[in-house]
């Protein structure tokens, strides 16, 4: 048997600072509506297609990329495809590397894998994966990192929102059924990652986008994250990819050591993993096949080279404070490199009170960077933002509301938008909604610096840092 040991010289903790160096001055957009469609941010272009709007239930109407399936099985392939051909293209590329963006996240539902998703109750639109091919290859020519963010899970795994591609309030991702099937996702998506030339830009993978805050609501989601990391650790052993402050091994026989699909199937039984996470491995494998024939990657998947160049893919969770009530830490999974992202929006609320001032307070003594440190959880990145506010707004505000954020979000490892831009249309009242939800108009109208590690006032903070207000969190 060929032996496989992951594992480098550097202790852990030299491991964690060499990661944590490399993981600093992330300047991003979410690539959000594009694969994985909000009609809130595109309201016209929803109607067009043949969406609906719901005023207060998005169950009530087709307001979702399920319900729009659901709605029209005939057509909805076409329709997305025309939609994923011209949200994002080369042209916006260009734009966001001229802006200095360095990183883009990429929201995902687990439907871009579309043998995951069970016809018999389940609708979707296929024909994503081609584009993310693309668009992936776009961003690696133009040098710009991704992060493939599972923002839709199996089973759905927040109610009431458009985000995870099926409004309801049954929600089952926390069930043994649904887990598999995201684990599944994420050792195929790891497997493109390395193997997938088109895949080059990707150096991380979130594992869920925004599970329920309340953690007895979320039971398995600790045993998942420690699922998800091995998962991703077992391809990238299979593969010979040296896995930082690791002591996993796999063992994989000269006969397959030639074809990753071979081997992965193999290793599926090794027993140095949980039953759990072995499933997921040999169920990927089929789909794999499926996925190299469609696209003419069946010599780069059967006849893979080990000991491959690329480092190992850094882990991604929302952090342990996102939830309250016991919930477990995503840092009790992390084997190599990981890295975590907290998402702050004023505008929904309970952050600080309706006013200039009290936000500026609220954001220019943000503690969320050093209380995740304490417990484990950095390098963090803020994955999700934006100058949205529950108040109307001044010009002279959104100057000050950008330079704050990008300064407290970037003493961690960064910073991500949400979202690279919105629908400007008589829907979203011209250009009200772009104005403070994209970023490419926030350039435009000068909120946001065209360097993004510039500052219009580095001070603005100082006159608001050590003040008191009526904070609700910080």
């Known amino acids: 048997m060929r032996h496989i040991l992951a594992g480098l010289v550097l202790s852990g903790t030299l491991a964690a600072r060499a990661w944590a160096a490399q993981l600093t001055n992330i300047h991003g957009v979410n690539l959000g509506s594009w694969l994985l469609l909000e009609p809130w941010m595109l309201p016209q ?180 994250q420690k699922n998800f990391v091995q998962v991703i650790r077992a391809v990238e052993l299979i593969l010979g990819i040296f896995v930082p402050s690791s002591s996993l091994s796999v063992s994989v026989s000269p006969s397959v050591s030639n074809n990753f699909t071979a081997a992965l199937s193999a290793t599926s039984s090794e027993t140095t993993f949980p039953v759990e996470v072995q499933t997921a491995l040999s169920e990927a494998v089929p789909i794999l096949l499926e996925i190299g024939v469609a696209f003419d990657l069946q010599t780069i998947f059967e006849a893979s080279p080990f000991h491959q160049s690329r480092p190992p893919l850094v882990t991604n969770f929302m952090d342990v404070n996102w939830q309250y009530d016991n919930p477990s830490n995503p840092a009790d999974a992390a084997i190599g490199p990981q890295a975590y992202d907290n998402h702050l929006y004023y505008s929904f609320g309970g952050v600080a009170a309706a006013d200039p001032r009290s936000y500026l307070i609220s954001i220019c003594n943000l503690t969320r960077i050093q209380a995740d440190a304490a417990v484990g959880n950095s390098p963090l990145w803020f994955g999700e933002w934006g100058l949205s506010t529950q108040f109307n707004a001044t010009d002279e505000f959104l100057y000050k509301w950008a330079d704050a954020q990008k300064l407290a979000y970037s003493k961690g490892a960064g910073w991500i938008y949400w979202n690279f831009k919105t629908e400007i249309s008589t829907l979203t009242n011209g250009s009200a909604l772009a104005r403070q939800w994209s970023y490419l108009e926030g350039l435009k109208l000068g909120f946001l610096t065209q360097d993004p590690a510039a500052y219009h006032d580095p001070d603005v903070c100082g006159p608001y840092i050590n003040s008191t207000t009526n904070s609700a969190s910080s």
């Open 45 to 224: 272009e929803w109607l067009d297609m043949g969406g609906q709007s719901c005023a207060n239930d998005c169950s009530s109407c087709i307001s979702t990329e399920s319900s729009f399936a659901k709605a029209y099985p005939d057509t909805v392939d076409t329709t997305f495809a025309k939609h994923w051909d011209t949200w994002f293209t080369q042209d916006h590329v260009n734009t966001l590397k001229a802006a200095g963006i360095n990183t883009v996240r990429v929201p995902l539902g687990y439907w871009i894998v579309e043998a995951l998703v069970d016809r018999s109750h389940e609708s979707y639109p296929r024909g994503g994966l081609e584009y993310l091919r693309r668009g992936l290859g776009w961003l690696q020519d133009a040098g710009i990192q991704a992060i493939l963010d599972h923002h839709a899970l199996p089973g759905v795994q927040t109610a009431g929102q458009m985000f995870t591609g099926n409004c309801t309030s049954d929600v089952q991702f926390y069930t043994p059924y649904n887990y598999h099937r995201a684990l599944v996702w994420t050792a195929v998506m790891t497997a493109l990652s390395h193997l997938d030339p088109t895949f080059g830009s990707v150096f991380a993978i979130e594992a869920i986008n925004e599970p329920i805050m309340n953690a007895t609501l979320t039971p398995g989601y600790g045993n998942f």
